[in-house]
């Protein structure tokens, strides 16, 4: 559409279309290139660019008020001072480039900075080694053309990937996550070795992180996060470090409403936040802690799934990139950085030596002598310059075989003839040939080196990056965990926050059904199976009312990929009439399908149901029809007879004849053994998938011995469910009453080491006790359920290493569990090491593992 018509004068015609599209590019690319996205150069945006330029020129080794950086920063950024003045603050809290001084806010709480004008800055000592240098910067005019300002900052260091950087643009967005600090280092270094690097997010809060589908950082990967939970007791949880981007007045609002909708049961949450992260959860009578843990990551901000999204201006245009191409990059633009430097230096040394040079020979020769009767200034070079002639070989010069002038590295220039001139009569007079010569060897030194250096410019460039490691990476070790964390079945944590009634007649199952008969508590997210006296079943998701049909022999929650729970029945088959039996498993269904669990007629009908959650074969009284032809009208039948096959199988043939009624006659046992279990160190977690170490076949009732590293054991119900802290415990295994534990451990008050063998002689369960003296320099070193094993320790004694090996069960007798057992030494252990008799159990220590201890 034509805004306007052709007028006299040739005035232009333009579309709305056509300006639409202009002006929507050139707002996306200003959004892209000067706001939102960094350089690869430098890995800054923009407004940080020009925020640490500013506070470079202010540099004076005081710090400045906040309010006047941005201030300053206005002369090279076109907007307002709020948008300064969180970019300000947003890179104090990373604790790299600025040192601050004041209140500058927590990331962890979420409060804000003061204002400005009561919070202080200064660059730190790293920013001013790694960021800057004029000379290797390249210049341009800010955007009112009054300032120079840098197009990149020299950047020698990949602070891109050590900050991390997030920005959302016209029809892009950028999300690249922190890394280690010395994890960069070291993987630049292994870089210019040639050799692949894999780097992985670190944050500052702590916490944990999945990186197996991390894929470096490029679109498309994601990791989890999770905040860092603890077990305090069998009441009260803690969370002591929190999710990547999650403050502790969010976590705690995620936490409540997770409660508010019945997902998780807590009495109370308190924030105890103050120089390190505390927030206690304090559980409901009857809540168990382990399942409470894994409902918490299910339901709530302690886990979260972050999708990376590492994009970078790379000639003026956006690119996608892994984060290892990313440090490739830095690492190669840090290489060409040092080397512009060293040619630099280069260049200073060279012009350096040049010009001494020419002073030593201008005095010695006494050439200011040959000037006294010039009577011009030109004339005064002139003679200067023939009489340098005489002792100088330039570039331009032949040489003879017996040539003694000083060769120099150029020719003499106009301004070279200048400077002599200008040397004071103070110099001249005071001129010391022995300092001259020794500053020209030093100088000729210097150059030597730094052109080794431009010839080993990768050597020069790993040092570089050692350098910094030792400089500045103590104290910026890992805080982030790195684990594979266990897919959690939300359904199986969920709080039980409803109950499920059944109406048998009608046919409905459903929480809103409270006048009918009760069957058991579940949650929102349960499923419900039915088994109808037709022979059929059903499962469906839990609501208010839902009918499922009539004649309900059976309903109950059902649980997925349950492979214990065994149903156990006898049928009539409607066609042939008789009665048949099987036993099965529902694993796997489709919600709201109906299945049959006979041949299929009509006529089909259930005449024996039941349930069994540990696969349990009963036998059963058969009772036939009176009428019927057969010589024997009652007998057992025994389920423990029939295998346990798939819920499609026709099953056994009990009976050809008519059935009267089938009843119990005597309960029968598990018909599957006991369940493979292991634990997973990683995770803390039992599991039935193999991983971690074997703890055996166990069955309810059984029970777990724990033992802890802080010197406690616990007697631990068996339940698949538990979870114990791998940063707490020492060892897991199964308890049985014989069961002897050794333990290695410095008993505080006499300042011996001790060993010690002992039965458990309590009879609380799900209760730590202390088995070690409870003075406050008591430790264990080493404690395990392990039959007879041996143990290699050293010490020192009177400045020698001494190095055993002790036998635990020949060394010491089985006494109660309060006794301090006998002195190894009586001095404190060095190193313990144990000796692993079962390779395949991965729980205990092996031959080369090793616990360090202080003296």
């Known amino acids: 559409m034509n805004t306007g018509s052709p007028q006299a004068g040739g005035d232009h015609i333009v579309t709305i279309d056509g300006m639409y599209q202009d002006y929507f590019l050139d707002y996306a690319s200003y959004v892209i290139l000067e706001r939102a996205v960094p350089a690869i150069e430098d890995g800054l945006k923009p407004v940080q660019r020009r925020i640490l330029h500013s506070m470079y020129e202010a540099e004076d080794g005081r ?59 200064r660059l730190t000592k790293f920013a001013l080694d790694v960021a800057f240098n004029p000379q290797t910067t390249k210049w341009q005019l800010s955007y009112d053309g009054r300032k120079k300002e840098p197009i990149t900052l020299p950047m020698k260091f990949p602070i891109l990937l050590a900050q991390g950087v997030e920005g959302i643009a016209v029809g892009l967005a950028t999300k690249i996550l922190p890394h280690n600090f010395n994890e960069l280092i070291k993987a630049s270094i292994q870089i210019l070795k040639g050799k692949k690097v894999e780097i992985f997010p670190d944050f500052e809060t702590g916490g944990s992180i999945d990186v197996a589908d991390y894929q470096q950082g490029i679109r498309g990967g994601k990791v989890k996060i999770r905040a860092k939970i603890e077990i305090v007791d069998k009441k009260t949880i803690a969370i002591r470090e929190l999710p990547y981007g999650i403050t502790t007045g969010s976590l705690i609002e995620s936490i409540v409403k997770a409660a508010d909708k019945g997902k ?36 709530t901000s302690c886990e979260l799934s972050i999708s990376p999204n590492a994009c970078v201006i790379i000639n003026d245009k956006p690119v996608f990139l892994k984060v290892n191409e990313l440090l490739r990059i830095n690492t190669e633009n840090t290489k060409q950085l040092l080397l512009n430097e060293l040619e630099i230096k280069k260049a200073e040394i060279l012009e350096k030596w040049h010009l001494t040079s020419l002073e030593k020979i201008f005095i010695e020769n006494r050439i200011y002598r040959d000037i006294e009767e010039c009577t011009s200034f030109e004339q005064v070079l002139s003679v200067i310059d023939i009489g340098l ?54 100088l000729e030194n210097e150059l030597k080196k730094v052109k080794s250096d431009i010839d080993n410019i990768t050597d020069f460039t790993i040092a570089y990056y050692e350098n910094l490691l030792t400089k500045y990476g103590k104290g910026r070790e890992r805080k982030t965990k790195l684990m594979e964390f266990e897919a959690i079945q939300a359904s199986q944590v969920v ?213 802890y590293k802080n010197g406690f054991y616990e007697v631990s119900e068996y339940d698949i469910n538990n979870r114990y802290s791998y940063e707490e415990v020492m060892e897991v295994s199964k308890y049985n009453e014989e069961v002897v534990i050794s333990a290695v451990y410095f008993e505080g008050e006499k300042k011996w080491s001790m060993a010690k063998r002992f039965k458990v002689e309590t009879s609380s369960y799900n209760q730590r006790f202390q088995f070690i003296t409870a003075h406050k320099d008591s430790k264990l070193y080493w404690a395990s359920a392990e039959e007879n094993p041996e143990v290699y320790f050293s010490y020192k004694m009177k400045s020698e290493k001494m190095e055993e090996i002790l036998t635990l069960h020949e060394f010491v007798d089985v006494k109660g569990w309060k006794a301090i057992g006998n002195k190894i030494e009586a001095v404190s252990l060095l190193k313990v090491n144990a000796k692993d008799k079962k390779s ?11 616990l360090e201890f202080d003296l």
């Open 63 to 121: 710090y400045h008020k906040v309010a006047n950086m941005i201030g300053q920063t206005m002369q090279f950024h076109p907007h307002g001072d709020s948008a300064i003045g969180e970019a300000l603050i947003n890179l104090g809290q990373k604790d790299l480039l600025i040192d601050t001084q004041g209140n500058w806010g927590d990331v962890r709480t979420g409060d804000s900075a003061a204002a400005p004008r009561y919070i202080e800055a």
């Open 264 to 299: 998780i049961k807590v009495k109370t949450v308190s924030d105890n936040t103050a120089r390190d992260v505390e927030i206690l959860i304090e559980l409901q009578p009857g809540v168990s802690p382990e399942v409470t843990v894994d409902a918490l990551y299910a339901f």
């Open 389 to 442: 002639k005489k002792y100088v070989l330039t570039p331009s010069m032949k040489a003879t075989a017996s040539d003694k002038r000083i060769k120099l590295n150029r020719e003499i220039s106009h301004d070279d003839l200048i400077h002599l001139t200008e040397i004071k009569i103070k110099k001249i007079s005071k001129y010391n040939k022995f300092q001259t010569d020794e500053t020209l060897k030093s």
């Open 495 to 707: 709080a039980n926050n409803s109950k499920l009634y059944v109406n048998r007649e009608e046919g409905f199952v459903g929480y809103g059904l409270k006048k009918d008969e009760f069957i058991k508590d579940c949650s929102e997210l349960d499923d419900v199976i039915a088994f109808r006296g037709d022979a059929k079943f059903m499962v469906t998701r839990i609501s208010e009312k839902t009918f499922v049909g009539k004649d309900l022999k059976h309903v109950d929650v059902w649980k997925k990929a349950d492979e214990r729970t065994t149903y156990n029945m006898i049928y009539l088959d409607g066609e042939t009439g008789r009665a048949m039996a099987k036993r099965f498993n529902v694993t796997g269904i489709t919600r709201d399908k109906e299945y049959d669990l006979s041949k299929g007629h009509p006529k089909s009908k259930t005449l024996y149901f039941s349930a069994n959650p540990e696969a349990e074969a009963e036998i059963v009284s058969v009772f036939l029809t009176q009428g019927c032809s057969a010589k024997i009208k009652q007998f057992d039948f025994n389920f423990a007879e029939l295998e346990i096959k798939s819920r499609s199988s026709m099953g056994n043939i009990v009976t050809k004849y008519p059935v009267r009624k089938i009843q119990l006659k005597e309960k029968g046992k598990s018909t599957i053994g006991s369940q493979q279990v292991w634990y997973d160190e990683a995770s803390g977690r039992l599991n039935s998938d193999g991983r971690g170490k074997f703890l055996g076949g166990l069955n309810k009732g059984d029970l777990l011995l724990i033992l």
């Open 840 to 850: 395949s159990q991965s729980g205990q220590l092996r031959v080369g593992d090793t």
